[in-house]
């Protein structure tokens, strides 16, 4: 028997009863629309997470001031003025570490004309271009000069640009900050939300000696950014900043340190795997509703087989085979599997869509969960079709056309 008629015969046989096959299919159309939406929602979270950890940078190590212990006690971080400028210029003297950016931070007033905005404020060092790969789009970066000579000179992100300036260039223009004036010499480049969600192109840099004396008032700073020289020399860059800041601090051995590090590229690396678990946990979730559909797929071709019994047993008199009988069944419940698949994935990238449409959460739909589920479906039509199938082609001739 050819493969095309068995698949005719297959489709007439499921619109003699169209409820229910459109019943039957629903099970496989709402366990694939749900793998596919649910691998998406995944899919999104793994490339957010992907493009913020771009973002950040590559082979990161933060310093920040304060122990996260204290005589075994656990202490706050960040609140102490432990970490000054010269600790991150001798950092950049290790053999491990590529550079190091002292980071002071505060929240500022930014007024241009009759406009203004509050925003956060950083002053550093040139280092933290190289850093963050964070480039400039227009202008220049402050430099040595810039820190040795306390100018007033600042970089924009693109959200100040667009709060403060408008459409006109901000390059040489005077803006104010907390009172102060500066003169924009650089656009920074577009970097987007942090793994925070907050929005990183919402900042000012300015000068480090600047920031310390005119903005702030600090003779500290509030944290050191630090980068390897490669991937393989993070744990070595990690030793040597907890080695040189212990003799810099002159923390006896013993004691608790005064600073805290961490290593981002672990964190984020972490992070990321944890997502590529969370993914999969989705997907493996929403396919139990494939397995439910595969079950309904199996008990309505068993309903199916007794129904037609006198109906095989004649064309088994005409002269079909075992095996002929075995494919009728077989293409019936792959048909059923395969065109609730088929609903499913679209049903799955519309919502998948919608999802990304009406709110902020973005959602990816790959073409590996497509093809994914439509395999998917497939395998179940044929595991959960092949029981009924066969038990269709072994009925004896005799008994089937007396079958009542």
């Known amino acids: 028997m050819f493969i095309l008629p068995t698949i005719k ?18 099970g496989i159309i709402i366990g ?35 122990s996260t212990t204290s005589g075994g006690a656990r202490m706050g971080t960040g609140n102490t003025n432990t970490l000054v400028p010269s600790d991150a210029q001798a950092l950049e003297g290790e053999s491990a570490i590529d550079a190091a950016a002292p980071m002071v931070r505060g929240v500022g007033q930014v007024v241009f004309q009759d406009r203004n905005w509050n925003t956060a404020v950083m ?9 963050r790969d964070w480039p400039v789009s227009e202008g220049r970066f402050i430099n040595r000069q ?19 300036f408008g459409d006109e260039d901000p390059l040489g223009r005077i ?11 650089g656009v920074l480049q577009k970097k987007g939300q942090s793994l925070m969600g907050q929005d990183q192109d919402d900042i000012i840099i300015t000068p480090l000696s600047t920031a310390m004396s005119r903005l702030f008032g600090k003779t500290s700073v509030n944290a050191i950014m630090v980068k390897g020289k490669s991937d393989s020399l993070m744990n070595h860059a990690v030793e040597q900043v907890k080695t040189l800041l212990r003799q810099r601090h002159r923390i006896p051995e013993g004691g ?28 493996a979730v929403a396919s139990v509703s494939l397995l439910v559909g595969g079950i309904g797929i199996m008990n309505i071709m068993l309903v199916s087989v007794t129904e037609r019994t006198r109906e095989i047993g004649i064309r088994m008199a005409v002269g079909a085979r075992e095996r002929d009988i075995l494919l009728q069944f077989l293409v019936e419940a792959v048909v059923l599997s395969l ?10 990238v519309g919502f998948s869509t919608a999802i990304s449409e009406f709110s902020r959460f973005q959602t990816s739909v790959s073409l590996f969960s497509v093809l994914l589920s439509f395999a998917f479906s497939a395998a ?5 079709g092949f029981y009924p199938a066969r038990k269709a082609a072994g009925m004896d001739p005799i008994s089937a056309l007396r079958y009542e």
Do not use: H, W
Request: aromatic share 6%; glycine share 12%; net charge negative.
């Open 9 to 26: 015969i297959a489709f007439r046989g499921l619109r003699v009863n169209k409820m229910r096959s459109g019943l039957t299919m629903l």
């Open 123 to 131: 002053g550093t060092t040139g280092s933290y271009e190289r850093i």
């Open 175 to 185: 803006i104010r900050i907390n009172q102060v004036p500066f003169t924009v010499v």
């Open 256 to 283: 608790d340190d005064d600073f805290s590090v961490m290593n981002l590229s672990e964190m984020l690396a972490a992070a990321e795997a944890q997502t590529k678990i969370m993914t999969m946990l989705l997907g």
């Open 32 to 66: 694939v629309a749900a793998v596919i939406t649910m691998l998406a929602v995944g899919e999104g979270a793994r490339e957010y997470l992907a493009k913020s950890i771009a973002s950040l940078g590559s082979n990161l190590i933060l310093v920040i001031p304060g």
């Open 339 to 348: 065109t609730g698949g088929v609903i499913g994935i679209l049903l799955g």
């Open 146 to 164: 810039d820190v040795d000579g306390m100018t007033k000179d600042c970089l924009v992100g693109t959200t100040v640009v667009q709060e403060i």
């Open 380 to 384: 179940v039509g044929i595991f959960f």
